[in-house]
């Protein structure tokens, strides 16, 4: 009898663990990330699961236009993860810190949007997308300031055009910008691709 | 003699304990000495038992729909919470992006290099 149930376990085991493995594609924080939240002075941290997604989006009705264009956007995704370390004096983090950040998407399924160093104080900005068959699977920030490091993880497909409805929010200008400078980095990639393929 | 005095004794006892229908006149007898209609009050305290369910079935509703409206109010309040979240999230992100937008275009005054 225990013969019998015990490959059973294994098997539901071995079905089950796959589908958690699916249903949080989040990364877990890293040891960097304890040790920057340990100096930091002020730490957000905000990870939101497509299961709180979907949570979320239920109380984002079509009544508010803010509302309902940010539930569109979120539908879809599969997690945010962000993480803003203020830090009360400069230093309290190195250019290695940074640069094992970054590593962790200079993989072949991540692009390089925007990637910018001010070399005198140090700040930089790293965006990165996640581009299968010309759309938007995932968005990668890292914003470096002297007393502030910021880290944003979009996953999922990512609408452009419901990225770009959300100009108009109060505090989320920027998101709009973003997605013009994905758009126009996918027409850059296609283009290149026609032109590698001729 | 002895035996005698309980075969005696034994016999008073049988037929003292002996079951016999009782007299068509003890009814009569007990009605007038209010002793039935005692009984027949029983069913009206009985006619309570049909409040007293009532009370406790309005009691249990009541608790049903308190705990409902509990479990209601809780999951608005999470998600509320998520709601918060999301936007806070959008938000980080949003200044970041504020961020390298006025470092780009402090870049693009000054002349300065970046990749962009």
Known sequence: ?198 | MGTENEDEFERELRQAFARRPAPPSLKRKLMERGVLKMKRAAPAERSFVPWQRLAASVAIAAVLAGGIEWHSLDQRRKEEAAREQVFLALRITSHALDQMNARLAAHHRGGQDSQY
């Open chain 1, 1 to 198: 009898m225990q013969n019998r149930i015990l490959p059973l376990i294994f098997t539901a085991v071995a079905l089950t663990l796959p589908a958690l493995a699916q249903s949080d594609p989040l990364p877990p924080t890293s040891a960097l990330e304890k040790q920057l939240a340990s100096r930091a002075s002020d730490v957000t941290e905000v990870t939101l699961s497509k299961n709180m997604l979907a949570f979320a989006a239920k109380i984002m009705n079509g009544k508010d236009k803010d509302d309902a264009a940010t539930r569109q956007l979120i539908e879809g995704l599969d997690g945010i993860y962000v993480r803003d370390y203020e830090f009360d004096k400069a230093g309290e983090f190195s250019a290695e810190d940074v640069d094992q950040l970054r590593k962790q998407f200079e993989t072949a399924e991540w692009s390089s949007l925007v990637k910018e160093r001010e070399r005198k104080t140090g700040e930089s900005t790293d965006i990165m997308v996640k581009l299968v068959n010309g759309e938007s699977h995932g968005m990668f920030i890292l914003d470096v300031e002297p007393k502030e490091l910021t880290i944003v993880l979009i996953l999922g497909p990512i609408k452009m055009e419901d990225l770009g409805k959300l100009k108009g929010i109060g505090g989320l200008s920027a998101l709009g910008d973003v997605a013009i400078n994905v758009k126009e980095k996918d027409k850059e990639k296609s283009k290149d691709k026609k032109g590698g393929d001729q």
